[in-house]
């Protein structure tokens, strides 16, 4: 009894915040959902006007479409290359532990003003991506204006933060039992065949993990595309999360916004249990069948 | 499903959640908190929060003044200043608003007036503080925009005029000596520049709206909207002023979407510390004249010299000027515990010999006499800011309604210019976009201020 009140107490600044700042505001969301709520006057209910003029609206449904392909991009890519990294990081090479840190460090830094600054001085019209490909007699890319290239920047931005993916990746291949690698290595299987047919089975659990947490971001990502392209050319940019800012704090539509939050917030529901119900056939948890 | 999975799918959901956390929390009601930040009476001493935006040199520029004022009131009253970017000001001052967080004295946008009070009862009355704020420098039908319902809510700084200024360096080395009259000269001139440079332009405005409003002001001889509120322009005029503005852009005289988007971004922003601007690919602006100063300072820096252009009028118009708005406003919050305190620090920067010396004209043309006495005797008021004055004073104008900087009508403009001019839409199919979305958003102003 005197430990679980312990362990309460330690618990209790995140029990407040979560209460406070997202149990809170989460519900407040959906009540204002159904209000007018414009910020500076009193809300008035209107019932479900705002979640059917939602689907009646062709900018909101725009962004559904720009946020669904900013996922389907970036999660797969990053999925990969942290992987990738992280299978090359668990080598025992001198200096692992610098290359460790230092593949990490975009992570830390994620979609920030500087890094918004750097990367738009990498794609500018005469940036360094373009002068470097000028090298090899390609024309210049107008990244920020194309509605290709805006969404490639973005894109680079998201798959160059792997690295929390790829610390956890690189957790699970250190708990691959290397003797099952000995025994595949006498049976003459070749590192490559291993990888996918021992590596890749044990860590399921590890990707489905990733999978689902890099699907949730990538679905409410706002800071880099909002501080790199903005909404972009033909609003090739313009993710869900950022129309929800403007709405509110540009229109001041709150209850439009709010509406728009819980639309996405159901989405990305949606796709977890989908995520959810597949993985009977793709992940192996090391305790079934106990 | 075992524990593993539950717990992995509560955690996804609390994922999901905390978008909405991050996203929409808000007060049910605009009464703002109370206590917050508003004027903070700690032993004696008041504290004030001053907020502002703009460049570079307005903030060392103000900056300096609130450290004087500090330093004169030692003791009595302590400014602290909040100064901020030209990004995102609507959104930053809604939710400080909204939040109770706005500072004692803000600055305010004059359309912000209408919209944060409309009964009059939005900001502090200054009214109230009329013993210790010098009224009477200013011209009293000027004072009357800060007005609402009566109440004496802002104090509007200046006037801001709709201007072009070139970089007058770069047309000599184009080997054009005398600036462009007319657009027909605009486009001569372009075709010089883009001999030396295919990618630069003459003039970059930061939205496609002010040279379109600048288009249909000459061309109907009114402004967008009526003194009811009501809408002036009809589609087919918003047509004209789409194939106006893309024949100039195309002619490299107005700045293209595409390269705004490649070079600036995608929202309206003050051009002054744009790089493709202090290195002459730009080689003017279409730009209020609050932001002169700034603009002529990021040239001067790199030793090229900006000149504000004679009005370039459109062939058969029936009014041969620009648009006119009041520059930015300063209020009191209603909610400040020392509103003679921040009336005395407004008094200071907006009439005071030294701080309004201190202040300078980096947020454009005063309106003060008293403040435009102190910056003509401390010699601030020469160069391309004189010629600012003069252009202010002689310019013919169309003063902005209330409603024109509501963030909708903008939008409307240039999402709907963007996709005609990438070819996704006719001229005929944006214009229709274009008015229908501004009469949508018209007629829920007029409803609401009526």
Same mark, same amino acid.
Not at chain 1, 11 to 33: D, E, H, K, R
Not at chain 1, 243 to 259: L, T, V
Not at chain 2, 9 to 19: P, Q
Not at chain 2, 274 to 299: C, H
């Given at each position: 009894?005197?430990? !679980? ?56 449904? !725009? ?228 | ?13 609390? %994922? ?72 995102? %000001? ?71 005029? %709709? ?182 620090? %407004? ?104």
């Amino acid at each position: 009894m005197k430990h !679980s009140k312990i362990g309460l107490l330690y618990i209790l600044p995140w029990l407040a915040g979560m209460l406070v700042l997202t149990l809170y505001p989460f519900v407040n969301a959906l009540v204002i959902s159904f209000t007018d709520y414009n910020l500076v006057r009193e809300p008035n209910f209107i019932g479900f006007e705002n979640y059917v003029t939602l689907f009646k609206d062709a900018d909101f449904l !725009s962004t559904l479409t720009a946020t669904v392909k900013y996922t389907i991009f970036t999660v797969p890519f990053q999925l990969a290359f942290a992987l990738f990294i992280a299978y090359i990081l668990n080598f025992k090479l001198k200096g692992i532990n610098f290359y460790r840190t230092a593949y990490y460090i975009p992570s830390l830094l994620g979609g920030n003003v500087a890094v918004a600054v750097l990367w738009r001085f990498l794609f500018q019209q005469e940036g360094f991506i373009n002068r470097f490909i000028g090298l090899f007699g390609a024309a210049p890319i107008p990244w920020f204006s194309s509605v290709n290239g805006a969404m490639a920047v973005i894109v680079f931005l998201k798959v160059w933060q792997f690295g929390s993916s790829m610390l956890i990746f690189l957790a699970a291949l250190k708990d691959v039992p290397q003797e099952l690698y000995e025994a595949a290595s006498v049976d003459g299987s070749t590192r490559f065949y291993s990888f996918f047919r021992i590596t890749i089975p044990l860590i399921t659990p590890t990707i489905f993990f990733n999978l689902v947490m890099q699907m949730v971001n990538a679905f409410q990502e706002f800071n880099g595309p909002y501080l790199v392209t903005g909404r972009g050319p033909l609003n090739a940019t313009y993710l869900t999360s950022m129309y929800i800012y403007d709405n509110a704090f540009k229109y001041f539509n709150m209850g439009y916004a709010s509406a728009a939050s819980w639309v996405l917030f159901i989405i990305i529901m949606a796709v977890t249990a989908v995520l959810f119900a597949t993985q009977n056939r793709w992940v192996f948890y090391s305790d079934e069948g106990n | 499903m075992g524990l593993r999975k539950k717990t992995g799918m509560v955690c996804a959901a609390a %994922l999901a959640v905390s978008l909405l956390a991050a996203g929409c929390s808000g007060s049910k009601t605009a009464e703002p908190v109370k206590g917050d930040t508003a004027g903070k009476d700690t032993g004696g001493v008041a504290e004030l929060t001053f907020s502002w935006w703009g460049n570079d040199d307005r903030h060392q520029a103000t900056q300096k003044a609130i450290d004087a004022f500090n330093t004169a009131h030692e003791g009595k009253i302590k400014v602290t200043g909040e100064p901020s970017g030209f990004g995102n %000001l609507e959104e930053t001052f809604a939710t400080r608003y909204a939040g109770g967080t706005a500072a004692d004295i803000m600055t305010v946008n004059y359309p912000w007036l209408l919209q944060y009070s409309p009964d009059g009862a939005g900001f502090y009355d200054l009214d109230q503080v009329n013993d210790t704020f010098d009224f009477s420098q200013y011209d009293p039908e000027f004072l009357k925009f800060g007005e609402r319902k009566g109440k004496m809510q802002v104090i509007p700084y200046g006037q801001n005029t %709709l201007g072009v200024y070139l970089n007058k360096s770069a047309f000599e080395r184009a080997g054009i000596k005398e600036l462009p009259k007319t657009f027909d000269e605009y486009k001569k001139a372009a075709e010089a520049f883009t001999k030396a440079d295919p990618n630069s332009y003459l003039i970059v405005s930061p939205t496609f709206r002010f040279a379109a409003i600048y288009y249909l002001q000459q061309k109907t001889g009114k402004g967008e909207f009526a003194d009811d509120l009501s809408m002036n322009y009809t589609q087919e005029d918003y047509k004209e002023a789409l194939l106006w503005y893309k024949d100039l852009a195309d002619a490299h005289v107005f700045c293209s979407r595409k390269d705004y988007i490649e070079n600036v971004g995608n929202e309206p922003v003050s051009i002054a510390q744009n790089a493709k601007f202090i290195n002459g690919g730009y080689a003017g602006v279409l730009e209020w004249t609050g932001g002169i100063a700034s603009n002529a300072k990021t040239l001067s820096d790199k030793g090229d010299e900006l000149a504000i252009a004679p009005l370039p009028v459109i062939e058969g118009a029936k009014f041969e000027g620009t648009m006119a708005k009041p520059s930015l406003t300063f209020a009191i919050s209603k909610d400040s515990k020392n509103p003679k305190a921040a009336a005395e620090f %407004l008094q200071y920067i907006l009439n005071d010999p030294e701080g309004t010396k201190l202040m300078g004209s980096t947020r454009g043309m005063v309106a003060s006499k008293a403040a435009k006495a102190s910056l003509e005797a401390d010699g601030q008021i020469t160069g391309v800011v004189k010629d600012a004055y003069d252009f202010t004073e002689n310019a013919k104008v169309i003063n902005n309604s209330p409603i024109f900087e509501n963030a909708t009508f903008t939008n409307a403009y240039e999402k709907n210019y963007e996709k005609f001019e990438f070819g996704q839409s006719t001229a005929d199919e944006a214009a229709k976009a274009i008015f229908d979305a501004i009469s949508e958003e018209n007629a829920k102003l007029v409803q609401q201020y009526k």
